[in-house]
């Protein structure tokens, strides 16, 4: 099937939802927004099955004569789609799990009164990832990027002060959440124009096969360029993807709807920067420094992640700064040049991250918009099946075997092990924090007496169905990379290994045993952790230094206020007076000149009587004058 | 026979009664009739002077004065009477709305 049916659908489902909104009553437009998601799914699966070879479809030529290359001649930028087994993989995480929180979003958004707006939003996101991922060269890919950019800006402020459910308060502080993920992408999108003008420099063309079918002409280009493209890729990356020193937007992001935190804010949009670099990968293969640099990034991202997500009160502020800690994984993954690793868990990511989303936008919905963790607790007796898939999503990203997250973390943590033991020994603390702040909040939440005061109950088949899946697939979406030391095929790695390169493991399978019984080990000493520390309802047992350090997530937040904001208010706050400097000097010209002119107001009294005084005085002097003029002066 | 220099005298007085009347008086009316009287001195002056010099050219221009200020009576007065209908008075003093 032609690839462009992709993103058509749901952009049809957009621009009907968004032009003819209102024609749509009840949860009409959900469903059609639903379906047009669905299509896509099936047609991701219909290409996905039949892929023998990576298809290449150039649509049309967007911009003719674009430029002229080292010979002379005009070269053209065409729209293009381009779906090799990588893109694939991305394309069906996109639409499947896209479609499952649609369908999550029908009963969640349930009797807002933007539904259909939502819907229109939704689908959009979904077509701009698409293009993202399929794009054939990498202005296109940028389109993409800002087109989910804009999605995510639209979607985290979607109860903005006008917003008739929103409080105003709340509403405001959720339009600045909105505006800070805008403002901060911004500064990583430079790096990405930066990286594009390079390549586009060093190699003539932007188009991303041509360049990878380049292969070790690629190399022809000066190093320092490479390592340059690379870095500013990185930026770019960065800043999507909210890993270090761009991440704080991301933690903040979570004002938005709990789908939407859900489907943009862990499962895909911020994983576009994890597929950037992987798409790049022939040029980050060239570019030792910067691919240590990328592992670094992600590595510490992972261990800020993880600190910060230690002592958070909100259930979803939990989950986002975990999300930014297992981005630093594939960060670090996809930086140790072990692609498949990082893909591998991103797809197990956001399986669970998704599901864990989910899970937790049904608690906040049973409880009234409750987030606060200390005013939950005890609810595994009154949701039971949400209770089942969260515990699911909780063993899942603590890397306790079967579960998917066990075989991802375990791949990415060999790797580090294979390449740099300081980023590995960080892969096991992270693991370690993981499985501890997970099993915190799974704790507080689930277990314990009830501490709030609402009457918390089950949601619907609409919203329980899509938590079913995802269990599901968190559960066995690890056996698709199953290592060999377990008997299996790598299947996914693979599959994968027709498009990027995959390292034979060198480490042999005694070695590889223990570093899974460390990771495994770890991952139940963090369970068991939690379980000692918060089983009974305690709520506070760190250090206060620590907790206030955490909670404030290492006050790289109150850092940029400091550093960034204040300062630019400062200098706003500067040209202001400047302004009314010159305002009030033009004012005082004109204050003064009017003021001169009432001085002279005076005359014109509006009393005839007193007219007819100066025109008796003036004709006295005027007389006076050539009497004695007449006369012969005063002399 | 009386001298030029009587009637200049008697056209100064009255002259300057005009003028006090027009910067003491109050009333539109007393006014009007107080600048009449300081255009009728001017006049006496002029024929004083045409006299004086046996010259007609100086009672041409006292005929075009005494034109002049049945004109501007007829204009004057009705000026006035439209203010009082509009005013229900005729105070010099409290048309001051061209105050500046």
């Known amino acids: 099937m032609p690839l462009y049916l992709l993103p058509l659908f749901p952009l049809i489902g957009f621009a ?57 001649q005009a070269v053209n930028l065409p729209v293009g789609f381009y779906l090799d087994r990588l893109s694939a993989l991305m394309t069906l995480i996109i639409t499947g799990v896209g479609t499952l929180i649609h369908v999550y979003s029908i009963s969640y958004m349930h009797g807002d009164a933007r539904f259909n707006r939502f819907f229109a939003f939704l689908n959009f996101f979904v077509a701009m990832m698409l293009i ?44 600045n959440a909105a505006r800070k993920a805008f403002i901060m992408n911004r500064v990583g999108d430079l790096g990405f124009m930066l990286g594009m003008f390079l390549i586009y420099k060093a190699y003539g063309t932007l188009i991303i096969p041509d360049l990878a079918a380049m292969g070790g002409a690629l190399a022809n280009a000066q190093r320092s360029i490479i390592e340059l493209i690379c870095l500013f890729l990185l930026v770019g990356a960065v800043g999507k993807s909210g890993q270090l020193p761009l991440t704080t937007w991301l933690p903040d992001a979570m004002a938005g709807p709990t789908p939407v935190s859900a489907l943009i804010h862990a499962a895909t949009m911020v994983t576009a920067g994890v597929y950037l670099i992987a798409r790049t990968h022939f040029l980050y293969d060239l570019a030792p420094t910067a691919s240590t640099w990328v592992a670094w990034v992600g590595g510490l991202t992972a261990l800020y992640g993880a600190i910060s997500a230690l002592n958070q009160y909100d259930i979803k502020k939990i989950l986002a700064y975990s999300t930014v800690s297992q981005l630093g994984y594939m960060f670090m993954a996809v930086g140790l040049h072990a692609y498949a690793a990082g893909v591998f868990h991103l797809l197990t990511h956001a399986f669970f991250k998704a599901l864990l989303f989910l899970a937790a936008g049904a608690v906040i919905h049973a409880l009234h918009e409750e987030q606060d963790v200390r005013k939950m607790g005890g609810l595994s007796r009154v949701m039971p099946f949400t209770h089942v898939v969260s515990a699911i999503g909780v063993l899942a990203i603590a890397g306790i075997p079967i579960w998917a997250g066990f075989f991802s973390k375990d791949s990415i943590l060999t790797a580090a092990y294979e390449h740099n033991w300081a980023l590995y020994l960080i892969g096991v603390v992270v693991a370690l924090l993981t499985a501890f702040y997970m099993g915190r909040w799974y704790f507080l939440v689930w277990q314990g007496q009830y501490r709030g005061h609402a009457h918390p109950h089950e949601g619907g088949a609409l919203l329980n169905a899509p938590l079913g899946v995802l269990a599901a697939l968190a559960t066995l979406g690890g056996f698709l990379n199953i290592p060999s030391f377990l008997g299996g095929h790598q299947a996914l790695s693979t599959w994968l290994g027709a498009v990027l390169p995959v390292e034979a493991g060198e480490i042999g399978h005694a070695t590889e045993w223990g570093l899974t019984l460390v990771a495994v080990l770890v991952g139940v000493l963090g369970l068991g952790l939690a379980y000692v520390l918060y089983t009974r309802n305690r709520l506070t047992d760190a250090p206060a230094f620590i907790r206030e350090a955490s909670t404030r997530s290492l006050y790289l937040d109150d850092l940029y206020g400091n550093v960034v904001s204040r300062p630019a208010a400062g200098i706003a706050a500067g040209l202001d007076t400047f302004d009314r400097g010159v305002d009030g000097t033009i004012e005082g010209v004109g204050g003064n000149v009017s003021g001169l002119g009432r001085l002279v107001t005076f005359w014109q009294s509006g009393f005839v009587r007193s007219y007819a005084v100066s025109m008796l005085l003036g004709t006295t002097v005027i007389l006076g004058y050539w009497a004695v003029k007449a006369l012969g002066g005063l002399t | 026979m009386v001298s030029t220099g009587s009637y200049i005298a008697l056209s100064g007085i009255l002259f300057a009664i005009g003028m006090f009347g027009v910067l003491t008086r109050r009333t539109a009316v007393m006014v009007f009739l107080s600048v009449e009287l300081m255009l009728n001195a001017a006049n006496l002056s002029l024929v004083a002077f045409a006299r004086a010099w046996g010259d007609l050219s100086a009672q041409t221009a006292v005929f075009i004065v005494m034109t002049l200020a049945a004109a501007e009576v007829a204009i004057g007065l009705a000026i006035i009477v439209a203010i009082f209908r509009k005013r229900e008075t005729t105070d010099v003093d409290a048309l001051a709305a061209m105050k500046g």
């Not at chain 1, 150039?58 to 002379?72: D, E, I, R, S, Y």
């Not at chain 1, 109860?159 to 929103?166: K, L, M, N, P, V």
């Open chain 1, 132 to 175: 993202l991922v399929m794009a054939d060269s990498y202005p296109l890919m940028f389109v993409g990027w800002e087109g989910v950019g804009t999605a995510s800006y639209l979607l985290i402020g979607f109860w903005f002060a006008g917003h008739r459910d929103a409080q105003p308060a709340e509403g405001v502080s959720n339009s």
């Open chain 1, 16 to 72: 009907l939802l968004i032009l003819f909104g209102r024609f749509f009553k009840g949860a009409a437009g959900g469903i059609l927004g639903t379906v047009a998601v669905a299509l896509s799914f099936v047609v991701a699966l219909v290409n996905v099955l039949n892929l023998p070879a990576p298809v290449h479809e150039v649509l049309w030529t967007w911009l003719p004569g674009m430029a002229k290359n080292a010979a002379g």
